[in-house]
C-alpha cells in the first residue's frame, strides 16, 4: 500500500527521523553510524517495514517502549540532552532494535490472553490438544463445585414431607366378578402402634443396628457409594437395590414410595441428608422400628411382637429380637409358618430364619452390642406362635384374598407395601355362586363321611380345589380350608402335597406329540427317529415288571439296583393298550411309557401345559406316576388346557385394579398354543373312557360330556380328581396333616371315611361331582372336538402280540365304545419292518428275555409261561405268584409311587 501513499513536502514531514543539530550549534547531528547496537536505523523506508501495521503506523507516535529507549540512548550519544536527545530517541523509537526492527527479524506478535488456552498456542501437533496439568487441574474443581454448588441448592429446595400423610392408610375393597363388593380388607385390618424408644429394648435396637448399620450413629444418615452403585446398576437395567442406611429405609418407609426408581432413589438422598442432620439419631430409629413392616400385617415392632410372640415390643429377650429384625428383610420369606409361594415354605423358611437369627446374634457380638455370655444363653431359635387371622377374612374370604394379593405383587408394579397401605378397588376373578357351591360340595361329603369324634383316624383331614376356565384362565372358585382364621395354609395354592395318577395324561400327551425313542438309536433323538402313538399301542401292565430303558436294557439306579413298580392291589393286568392302561390307572404301562419317550419330554409336557417347574419333582423313573406336587389351582389350569384343544392359559385372580379413580392394572389375557388339537384332543378323549367307564365313574353322575383321571399316592397319603369340560376345569385334593404340629408330616388314609383306603375315584370324585353340578346348573351341555387319528400303534417290552395269542394276552376290549380300541393289526411273524416297536420279532425277543428273567427270578412258572407266549405274563405273573417282595428303590417297602 506505500506506493499509494501520498509522499509529504521535503523538510516538512517526519521530522522526528531527520538528524537534528547539536544544542547551542544550529548545526544538524549527523546520522549515527551503521553496525554496532544503533545501527538499526537504516531510513524511513527501512523503519516503515519494520514497524507492526496498527501500532501507530507512520505518524509521529510510533516511538514506544523499547524502540524509544534505544533511540533515545543513541540521541544522546551523538548530540547530548535536549530537543536534539528527543528527536533521536523519536527516531530510534521507530528503527529500533528488537522484535520491531529489523535487528530482531521477522515480526512475531504476542499471544493474545486466553482465559482457558485450549488448544495450547505455544504447542504444535499432537501437543497443542493434550491439556496442561492446571487445565485438568482446574476443570476438576470446576466441576466439584458445580456440584456441590447445585447440591447446596436442591438440598435448600428439597424439604421434608409430611409424615402423618406420606403413612396414612386405607382399607382395600375386593370385589366379586360381577362388580359386587366382596370384602373390605387392609388398611384397618393392619396392626400399627406407635411406641417411643424407651418402650423398645435395647435388644431390639441393637439388633438391627449390628444387622443392618453397624455405623449408625456415626454415620451422616447416608451411604454415597451405595447410593452411586445402586443408582448405577438401576441405570443399567440391573438388579434393584434398597436404601442402606436406617436413616435411608427410614425415610423411605416414612416419606417416600416403595418404587425402584432413580427419581426415588434421588429424593431418597436428599431428604435423608437433611434428616440425617436436621433429627437426632434416636429419633430416626424410633421411626424405622415403628413404621418398618415385619409381616403378618403388623407394622411397627409393637405390633410384631404381639403378632409373634403374643407379647409387648418392651419384653422381648435379645433372641427374639434377633428374629423380628430378619423380618424386617422380607417376612414372606422369614415367617416359620410360611409364605406366598413354592419358595416359602415353612421349612424353606424356618430354615432361612434360623440362620438369618444366629447371624444376627453373632454380629452383635463382633460389634460389641452382645456379651459372649448373653450370646451362649441363647441356642435355641425363639419359634413364633401360629400367626392370627381378622374375624372380617373368615371362611374362604381369607384365602381368596391371600391368592390375590400374592397375584398383584408378582404380576403388576403394585408393591406388597402399597397393597397393605390400602386404598386399592381390586376386581377379582371369583364367582360368588361357584365359591358358595364349593364350600357346599365339600362340607357335604365331609360332614357324611369324616367323623373325627368317632374315629381317630378321621383327624386332620384336609380338602382343597381350584376350578379354572379354559381357554381364559380365570380362576372362577377354590377351596383353601375349612376357614382362614383357623387353619392358615391355602390348600388351594401349593401345599406339596403328590398329585399320583392324575400325572399321566401329561405322560400320554407327550407320547404322543415327541414319540417314543428307536431302541436301536442313540438316548437323544430327534423327532426324525421318533415314533409318536397312539391309544392302540400296547403295553405290558403286569404286576412289578422289571423297568427297562429305551434300549430295553434292564433299567439300574447309581447303585446298581432293579425297580420293580407295583400295580394297585398288586394286580397284573397283561397286554392292554394306553387307553385301557389309563382307564384302570395301571401304573406299569406309564412308568415303560415315560422311559421309552424320555422323563425330559414328560416334564416338559407338564410344563407346556401350565405347571410350574419348581413344583416338580426329579427327574427319575416315578416321575411319570406323579411324585410332583403341583397346586390345586395350576392343576385345574393344566387340564383346562387339554379341554381348550390345546391352548394354554395362565391362570389368573384380578381382573383390574383402581386407585383414586385410576386404572393402576388391568389384567392382559395370556393365552398361546401347547399342543396340537389332534394331541389335546385324543387326551381327552381318553380321558373320556374314565369318566363312562373306569376309575373315575362317579363323576358320570354329572350328565353331560366329561373327562377326567384319579389318582392316590404311595401309602395312601393323598388323593385327587382332576376333570373338565368344555366350560369349566376342576381338580379336587384330599389328604390328613396335623398343620398344628411343629414338623407337619402327611400320614396315611387307610380307614379314613370308614372305608379301607382312599382313592381319587372315593371323596374327591363325589365332591367334583357335587361341585360341578351346581357349577354348570343353567349351562348348556357342550361336547368336546371329535379327535383327529394320532401316532402309530407301538408296543412295549413284552407286549407284542405271539402268531396266536391266548386269551390272556388279549386287552380288554369294547370296541363299540371306541375304534381304537379293537385289535390292533401286526406284521406276520415272518414279515420285516424297520420300527422295531410294531415288528413281531421284537416279541419274540421280550418273550425269551422276559421268559427266562421271570424264571429265574419270579418263579418257575412264570419262567414256563413267559417262554412259551412270548414273555407278556409269565415273569411278571410269576413275580406277583412266586416271587418275592424285596421293596422298591423309590416307594420304600412296598415298592409303590401311585395307587388308584
Same mark, same amino acid.
Given at each position: 500500500?506505500?506506493?499509494?501513499?501520498?509522499?509529504?513536502?521535503?523538510?516538512?514531514?517526519?521530522?522526528?527521523?531527520?538528524?537534528?543539530?547539536?544544542?547551542?550549534?544550529?548545526?544538524?547531528?549527523?546520522?549515527?553510524?551503521?553496525?554496532? +547496537?544503533?545501527?538499526?536505523?537504516?531510513?524511513?523506508?527501512?523503519?516503515?517495514?519494520?514497524?507492526?501495521?496498527?501500532?501507530?503506523?507512520?505518524?509521529?507516535?510510533?516511538?514506544?517502549?523499547?524502540?524509544?529507549?534505544? #533511540?533515545?540512548?543513541?540521541?544522546?550519544?551523538?548530540?547530548?540532552?535536549?530537543?536534539?536527545?528527543?528527536?533521536?530517541? #523519536?527516531?530510534?523509537?521507530?528503527?529500533?532494535?528488537?522484535?520491531?526492527?529489523?535487528?530482531?527479524?521477522?515480526?512475531?506478535?504476542?499471544?493474545?490472553?486466553?482465559?482457558?488456552?485450549?488448544?495450547?498456542?505455544? !504447542?504444535?501437533?499432537?501437543?497443542?490438544?493434550?491439556?496442561?496439568?492446571?487445565?485438568?487441574?482446574?476443570?476438576?474443581?470446576?466441576?466439584?463445585?458445580?456440584?456441590?454448588?447445585?447440591?447446596?441448592? @436442591?438440598?435448600?429446595?428439597?424439604?421434608?414431607?409430611?409424615?402423618?400423610?406420606?403413612?396414612?392408610?386405607?382399607?382395600?375393597?375386593?370385589?366379586?366378578?360381577?362388580?359386587?363388593?366382596?370384602?373390605?380388607?387392609?388398611?384397618?385390618?393392619?396392626?400399627?402402634?406407635?411406641?417411643?424408644?424407651?418402650?423398645?429394648?435395647?435388644?431390639?435396637?441393637?439388633?438391627?443396628?449390628?444387622?443392618?448399620?453397624?455405623?449408625?450413629?456415626?454415620?451422616?444418615?447416608?451411604?454415597?457409594?451405595?447410593?452411586?452403585?445402586?443408582?448405577?446398576?438401576?441405570?443399567?437395567?440391573?438388579?434393584?437395590?434398597?436404601?442402606?442406611?436406617?436413616?435411608?429405609?427410614?425415610?423411605?418407609?416414612?416419606?417416600?414410595?416403595?418404587?425402584?426408581?432413580?427419581?426415588?432413589?434421588?429424593?431418597?438422598?436428599?431428604?435423608?441428608?437433611?434428616?440425617?442432620?436436621?433429627?437426632?439419631?434416636?429419633?430416626?430409629?424410633?421411626?424405622?422400628?415403628?413404621?418398618?413392616?415385619?409381616?403378618?400385617?403388623?407394622?411397627?415392632?409393637?405390633?410384631?411382637?404381639?403378632?409373634?410372640?403374643?407379647?409387648?415390643?418392651?419384653?422381648?429377650?435379645?433372641?427374639?429380637?434377633?428374629?423380628?429384625?430378619?423380618?424386617?428383610?422380607?417376612?414372606?420369606?422369614?415367617?416359620?409358618?410360611?409364605?406366598?409361594?413354592?419358595?416359602?415354605?415353612?421349612?424353606?423358611?424356618?430354615?432361612?430364619?434360623?440362620?438369618?437369627?444366629?447371624?444376627?446374634?453373632?454380629?452383635?457380638?463382633?460389634?460389641?452390642?452382645?456379651? !459372649?455370655?448373653?450370646?451362649?444363653?441363647?441356642?435355641?431359635?425363639?419359634?413364633?406362635?401360629?400367626?392370627?387371622?381378622?374375624?372380617?377374612?373368615?371362611?374362604?374370604?381369607?384365602?381368596?384374598?391371600?391368592?390375590?394379593?400374592?397375584?398383584?405383587?408378582?404380576?403388576?408394579?403394585?408393591?406388597?407395601?402399597?397393597?397393605?397401605?390400602?386404598?386399592?378397588?381390586?376386581?377379582?376373578?371369583?364367582?360368588?355362586?361357584?365359591?358358595?357351591?364349593?364350600?357346599?360340595?365339600?362340607?357335604?361329603?365331609?360332614?357324611?363321611?369324616?367323623?373325627?369324634?368317632?374315629?381317630?383316624?378321621?383327624?386332620?383331614?384336609?380338602?382343597?380345589?381350584?376350578?379354572?376356565?379354559?381357554?381364559?384362565?380365570?380362576?372362577?372358585?377354590?377351596?383353601?380350608?375349612?376357614?382362614?382364621?383357623?387353619?392358615?395354609?391355602?390348600?388351594?395354592?401349593?401345599?406339596?402335597?403328590?398329585?399320583?395318577?392324575?400325572?399321566?395324561?401329561?405322560?400320554?400327551?407327550?407320547?404322543?406329540?415327541?414319540?417314543?425313542?428307536?431302541?436301536?438309536?442313540?438316548?437323544?433323538?430327534?423327532?426324525?427317529?421318533?415314533?409318536?402313538?397312539?391309544?392302540?399301542?400296547?403295553?405290558?401292565?403286569?404286576?412289578?415288571?422289571?423297568?427297562?430303558?429305551?434300549?430295553?436294557?434292564?433299567?439300574?439306579?447309581?447303585?446298581?439296583?432293579?425297580?420293580?413298580?407295583?400295580?394297585?392291589?398288586?394286580?397284573?393286568?397283561?397286554?392292554?393298550?394306553?387307553?385301557?392302561?389309563?382307564?384302570?390307572?395301571?401304573?406299569?404301562?406309564?412308568?415303560?411309557?415315560?422311559?421309552?419317550?424320555?422323563?425330559?419330554?414328560?416334564?416338559?409336557? +407338564?410344563?407346556?401345559?401350565?405347571?410350574?417347574?419348581?413344583?416338580?419333582?426329579?427327574?427319575?423313573?416315578?416321575?411319570?406316576?406323579?411324585?410332583?406336587?403341583?397346586?390345586?389351582?395350576?392343576?385345574?389350569?393344566?387340564?383346562?388346557?387339554?379341554?381348550?384343544?390345546?391352548?394354554?392359559?395362565?391362570?389368573?385372580?384380578?381382573?383390574?385394579?383402581?386407585?383414586?379413580?385410576?386404572?393402576?392394572?388391568?389384567?392382559?389375557?395370556?393365552?398361546?398354543? @401347547?399342543?396340537?388339537?389332534?394331541?389335546?384332543?385324543?387326551?381327552?378323549?381318553?380321558?373320556?373312557?374314565?369318566?363312562?367307564?373306569?376309575?373315575?365313574?362317579?363323576?358320570?353322575?354329572?350328565?353331560?360330556?366329561?373327562?377326567?383321571?384319579?389318582?392316590?399316592?404311595?401309602?395312601?397319603?393323598?388323593?385327587?380328581?382332576?376333570?373338565?369340560?368344555?366350560?369349566?376345569?376342576?381338580?379336587?385334593?384330599?389328604?390328613?396333616?396335623?398343620? !398344628?404340629?411343629?414338623?407337619?408330616?402327611?400320614?396315611?388314609?387307610?380307614?379314613?371315611?370308614?372305608?379301607?383306603?382312599?382313592?381319587?375315584?372315593?371323596?374327591?370324585?363325589?365332591?367334583?361331582?357335587?361341585?360341578?353340578?351346581?357349577?354348570?346348573?343353567?349351562?348348556?351341555? !357342550?361336547?368336546?372336538?371329535?379327535?383327529?387319528?394320532?401316532?402309530?400303534?407301538?408296543?412295549?417290552?413284552?407286549?407284542?402280540?405271539?402268531?396266536?395269542?391266548?386269551?390272556?394276552?388279549?386287552?380288554?376290549?369294547?370296541?363299540?365304545?371306541?375304534?381304537?380300541?379293537?385289535?390292533?393289526?401286526?406284521?406276520?411273524?415272518?414279515?420285516?419292518?424297520?420300527?422295531?416297536?410294531?415288528?413281531?420279532?421284537?416279541?419274540?425277543?421280550?418273550?425269551?428275555?422276559?421268559?427266562?428273567?421271570?424264571?429265574?427270578?419270579?418263579?418257575?412258572?412264570?419262567?414256563?409261561?413267559?417262554?412259551?407266549?412270548?414273555?407278556?405274563?409269565?415273569?411278571?405273573?410269576?413275580?406277583?405268584?412266586?416271587?418275592?417282595?424285596?421293596?422298591?428303590?423309590?416307594?420304600?417297602?412296598?415298592?409303590?409311587?401311585?395307587?388308584?
Amino acid at each position: 500500500m506505500s506506493e499509494h501513499r501520498r509522499k509529504p513536502p521535503q523538510g516538512r514531514g517526519r521530522r522526528a527521523a531527520q538528524p537534528q543539530p547539536s544544542p547551542g550549534t544550529g548545526r544538524r547531528s549527523a546520522p549515527p553510524p551503521r553496525g554496532g +547496537a544503533s545501527s538499526s536505523y537504516g531510513g524511513r523506508a527501512d523503519a516503515r517495514r519494520a514497524a507492526p501495521r496498527g501500532s501507530g503506523g507512520g505518524g509521529r507516535r510510533r516511538a514506544a517502549g523499547a524502540g524509544a529507549a534505544a #533511540g533515545a540512548g543513541a540521541g544522546m550519544a551523538a548530540g547530548g540532552m535536549g530537543g536534539g536527545g528527543r528527536r533521536a530517541g #523519536g527516531a530510534g523509537g521507530r528503527g529500533g532494535g528488537g522484535p520491531y526492527g529489523r535487528g530482531g527479524g521477522r515480526f512475531q506478535p504476542p499471544p493474545r490472553k486466553r482465559f482457558i488456552d485450549y488448544p495450547r498456542w505455544n !504447542k504444535a501437533g499432537f501437543g497443542r490438544w493434550v491439556p496442561s496439568w492446571k487445565l485438568v487441574l482446574g476443570s476438576f474443581a470446576g466441576f466439584l463445585g458445580l456440584i456441590i454448588g447445585l447440591s447446596g441448592i @436442591a438440598l435448600a429446595m428439597v424439604g421434608v414431607p409430611d409424615q402423618n400423610e406420606a403413612t396414612k392408610q386405607q382399607k382395600n375393597v375386593y370385589y366379586w366378578a360381577n362388580g359386587k363388593q366382596m370384602v373390605v380388607a387392609g388398611g384397618g385390618d393392619q396392626n400399627r402402634q406407635i411406641v417411643p424408644l424407651a418402650q423398645i429394648p435395647k435388644s431390639m435396637q441393637n439388633a438391627v443396628i449390628a444387622a443392618e448399620n453397624e455405623s449408625f450413629y456415626e454415620d451422616p444418615g447416608v451411604d454415597p457409594v451405595g447410593i452411586v452403585r445402586a443408582v448405577g446398576r438401576m441405570a443399567l437395567g440391573g438388579d434393584t437395590q434398597s436404601g442402606s442406611t436406617i436413616t435411608q429405609q427410614y425415610v423411605k418407609n416414612t416419606y417416600l414410595d416403595q418404587s425402584q426408581t432413580i427419581t426415588r432413589k434421588v429424593k431418597e438422598l436428599f431428604i435423608s441428608i437433611k434428616v440425617g442432620a436436621t433429627e437426632k439419631k434416636q429419633k430416626i430409629l424410633e421411626g424405622y422400628l415403628n413404621t418398618g413392616y415385619y409381616g403378618r400385617g403388623a407394622y411397627g415392632i409393637q405390633a410384631a411382637a404381639q403378632a409373634y410372640y403374643r407379647k409387648d415390643a418392651k419384653d422381648l429377650n435379645p433372641s427374639e429380637s434377633a428374629f423380628l429384625s430378619a423380618t424386617l428383610n422380607g417376612p414372606n420369606l422369614y415367617d416359620p409358618a410360611g409364605g406366598i409361594g413354592s419358595a416359602a415354605t415353612k421349612e424353606k423358611n424356618f430354615e432361612r430364619a434360623k440362620a438369618r437369627w444366629s447371624w444376627t446374634l453373632d454380629r452383635e457380638v463382633q460389634t460389641g452390642r452382645l456379651s !459372649k455370655a448373653t450370646r451362649a444363653e441363647y441356642t435355641k431359635f425363639p419359634m413364633p406362635k401360629q400367626p392370627k387371622k381378622s374375624t372380617e377374612l373368615k371362611g374362604q374370604k381369607g384365602y381368596m384374598v391371600d391368592v390375590v394379593n400374592n397375584y398383584i405383587t408378582a404380576n403388576s408394579d403394585i408393591s406388597d407395601r402399597e397393597l397393605k397401605q390400602g386404598g386399592l378397588r381390586i376386581h377379582t376373578t371369583f364367582d360368588k355362586k361357584k365359591m358358595a357351591d364349593m364350600a357346599a360340595a365339600v362340607k357335604k361329603v365331609r360332614d357324611a363321611n369324616i367323623k373325627p369324634e368317632d374315629r381317630e383316624v378321621d383327624k386332620y383331614v384336609q380338602f382343597g380345589g381350584a376350578s379354572v376356565k379354559p381357554n381364559d384362565g380365570a380362576i372362577v372358585a377354590m377351596y383353601g380350608g375349612d376357614d382362614a382364621t383357623t387353619h392358615f395354609t391355602n390348600n388351594a395354592d401349593y401345599t406339596g402335597v403328590q398329585v399320583g395318577s392324575t400325572f399321566k395324561p401329561f405322560v400320554l400327551a407327550s407320547a404322543m406329540r415327541d414319540g417314543v425313542r428307536n431302541p436301536k438309536g442313540p438316548e437323544v433323538q430327534g423327532s426324525e427317529a421318533r415314533t409318536p402313538v397312539s391309544p392302540k399301542s400296547v403295553y405290558n401292565g403286569d404286576n412289578k415288571i422289571k423297568l427297562r430303558n429305551y434300549n430295553r436294557t434292564i433299567w439300574q439306579n447309581e447303585e446298581g439296583k432293579e425297580w420293580r413298580q407295583r400295580n394297585d392291589g398288586n394286580q397284573s393286568m397283561g397286554r392292554i393298550n394306553l387307553r385301557e392302561a389309563m382307564k384302570e390307572s395301571v401304573n406299569t404301562p406309564f412308568i415303560q411309557l415315560g422311559m421309552d419317550v424320555g422323563v425330559d419330554k414328560v416334564k416338559a409336557a +407338564a410344563i407346556d401345559a401350565g405347571l410350574n417347574e419348581d413344583s416338580l419333582a426329579r427327574t427319575t423313573p416315578t416321575f411319570s406316576l406323579g411324585t410332583s406336587a403341583p397346586s390345586a389351582i395350576r392343576m385345574a389350569n393344566a387340564y383346562g388346557t387339554f379341554a381348550s384343544s390345546g391352548m394354554k392359559s395362565e391362570p389368573y385372580s384380578v381382573k383390574r385394579v383402581e386407585k383414586d379413580g385410576e386404572d393402576v392394572y388391568t389384567h392382559q389375557k395370556q393365552v398361546k398354543s @401347547a399342543f396340537e388339537a389332534r394331541v389335546a384332543d385324543n387326551v381327552t378323549n381318553v380321558l373320556e373312557t374314565v369318566v363312562q367307564d373306569g376309575t373315575g365313574k362317579a363323576a358320570s353322575a354329572l350328565g353331560r360330556p366329561a373327562a377326567g383321571k384319579t389318582g392316590t399316592t404311595d401309602d395312601n397319603k393323598s388323593a385327587w380328581f382332576a376333570g373338565y369340560t368344555p366350560q369349566l376345569s376342576t381338580s379336587i385334593g384330599m389328604w390328613r396333616v396335623n398343620d !398344628k404340629a411343629k414338623v407337619q408330616k402327611f400320614q396315611k388314609m387307610y380307614g379314613v371315611g370308614g372305608q379301607e383306603s382312599i382313592h381319587g375315584a372315593s371323596f374327591p370324585a363325589e365332591i367334583w361331582t357335587e361341585y360341578m353340578t351346581g357349577a354348570l346348573s343353567g349351562t348348556p351341555a !357342550k361336547s368336546f372336538p371329535a379327535p383327529e387319528p394320532i401316532g402309530e400303534p407301538v408296543f412295549g417290552v413284552g407286549a407284542s402280540p405271539s402268531p396266536t395269542p391266548s386269551p390272556t394276552d388279549t386287552p380288554s376290549q369294547d370296541p363299540s365304545q371306541d375304534p381304537s380300541q379293537s385289535p390292533s393289526q401286526s406284521p406276520s411273524p415272518s414279515g420285516t419292518c424297520d420300527n422295531p416297536f410294531v415288528c413281531n420279532d421284537q416279541g419274540q425277543t421280550a418273550g425269551q428275555d422276559q421268559g427266562q428273567d421271570g424264571g429265574n427270578d419270579q418263579g418257575q412258572d412264570g419262567g414256563n409261561t413267559g417262554g412259551a407266549n412270548g414273555g407278556n405274563t409269565g415273569g411278571a405273573n410269576g413275580g406277583n405268584t412266586g416271587g418275592a417282595d424285596n421293596g422298591g428303590l423309590f416307594g420304600g417297602p412296598t415298592g409303590s409311587r401311585e395307587r388308584d
